[in-house]
């Protein structure tokens, strides 16, 4: 057993509603440093194996839902690696384009590879926190919920830092196996090389959040394998940080098994990127937001048929830190749901947090890109905006993440998953 297993005592119970199988102990671990707990390998084909392999059309699929090919932006290529120059970007280009760039997943190094040398698939773990007090057993027969969290795109690598343990440790001490999977999308330093893995990351900047959405997919079936009856994998909770909160609503397009999305500070996809230090341009992607809302009412219309297994669709909870506007893009405040081109906005949306607007649902000339547009889904999800003034985007310090449980806290008791 090697450092990365830590036991972290619980001293006080932050919650009278803590059942009392979970009171007591929690472990962390990182998936390749305890036996039996291997890490996950992600692999994509054009076709597809059932069980080993994913699919392009899993990804591709969603270009017949995305209303961004409907004309309602400057859909003229003006990106050399893309294509034509002055091509039309509709959905014969951007099929042409997705697998061109889905093709890049094949020669993609991960951290566990020899420099130079991608392995077979991209390989990445988890960090994974539970109560208990021996890495990968559950005590009990006691069936445990799940919760994954989605980390930011800057958050670093899912193993040995520990960026969410804080978020983890708490719903572990509820008695929930959590799990943080290092994501497509993260960047981090390389440990092979101490560099940062950024140019190589943009290089799928269309597909790496849909890529990201599949990983966590892969994750819950990981848990159930590895945990069996001891976890509930059809009744799962994603919690989302900035561009996390972006994967988590993807997977929630995708995965019949979410039931619950929590968004902190979360951010939409953009057409132009914030890379930490400028704006990367010339982006086109395959899903936005106002997209994936209108996905997520078209699978509970699918799945009403089975409303007493699979729910109304997935309930919906929506946090941002608004202490302050640091460490943000210039011209975006922290609460990241207004709109996110730089130009002409952004606007104040805060004294009205649910009817602003409706998306694109017309003619826009800058593609209002928001998590505003969760105002047209259908299914369950709380009353407004939930503003938590204690901090700001990274949500630091005790008193912000005190007041960031307690919001968590009511939605889940709100919208229980017994």
Not at 337 to 361: H, K, N, Q, T
């Amino acid at each position: 057993m090697t450092g990365n297993v830590v036991c972290l005592m619980t001293a006080v119970l932050l919650s009278l509603g803590i059942p009392q199988w979970a009171r007591g102990e929690v472990v962390a671990f990182t998936t390749g440093d305890v036996a039996g707990f291997e890490n996950m390998v992600f692999k994509l084909d054009k076709k597809g194996h059932y069980g080993t392999a994913h699919s392009y059309g899993e990804i591709l699929r969603f270009l017949w839902h995305n209303r961004s090919l409907s004309g309602d932006f400057d859909r003229i290529n003006e990106n050399e690696a893309a294509g034509e120059i002055g091509a039309v970007v509709d959905r014969t280009f951007m099929k042409s384009y997705i697998t061109a760039t889905l093709d890049k997943i094949e020669v993609t190094e991960d951290i566990f590879d020899a420099p130079g040398s991608p392995g077979d698939g991209y390989e990445f773990d988890l960090r994974i926190v539970h109560p208990g007090t021996q890495p990968g057993v559950l005590d009990g027969n006691e069936r445990h919920p799940i919760i994954i969290i989605c980390q930011g795109r800057f958050a670093g690598a899912a193993g040995g830092e520990g960026s969410y343990d804080w978020l983890a440790n708490y719903y572990a001490n509820k008695g929930y196996v959590v799990a943080i999977p290092r994501l497509l999308e993260n960047f981090f330093e390389d440990p092979r090389t101490g560099e940062s893995n950024a140019t190589d990351i943009l290089a799928l900047q269309d597909v790496y959040a849909d890529v990201a959405a599949l990983q966590v997919s892969d994750t819950i079936t990981y848990l159930v394998k590895h945990f069996g009856r001891q976890v509930n994998g059809l009744k799962v909770t994603l919690i989302g940080h900035s561009n996390g909160g972006y994967v988590a609503l993807l997977t929630a397009t995708k995965d019949w098994r979410i039931r619950r999305v929590a968004f902190l500070s979360s951010v939409v996809k953009l057409y132009g990127q914030w890379d930490g230090e400028e704006w990367v341009e010339d982006v086109l992607h395959v899903l936005d937001s106002y997209d994936a809302f209108r996905y997520l009412n078209l699978r509970r219309t699918l799945t009403r048929f089975a409303w007493w297994l699979l729910g109304e669709g997935p309930a919906l909870h929506v946090q941002r830190g608004i202490a302050s506007d640091d460490n943000c893009p210039p011209g975006i405040p922290c609460d990241w749901l207004v709109d996110m081109v730089p130009l002409p906005g952004p606007y104040d949306l805060s004294r009205d947090p649910w009817a602003p607007f409706e998306g694109c649902g017309g003619p826009c000339d800058d593609k209002l890109l928001t998590f505003y547009n969760w105002v047209i889904y259908e299914g369950p999800k709380e009353n407004g905006v939930q503003d938590n003034p204690y901090t700001d985007h990274g949500f630091q310090g005790d008193q912000g993440r005190t007041e960031a449980f307690r919001l968590l806290d009511h939605f889940f008791d709100t919208v229980s998953i017994d």
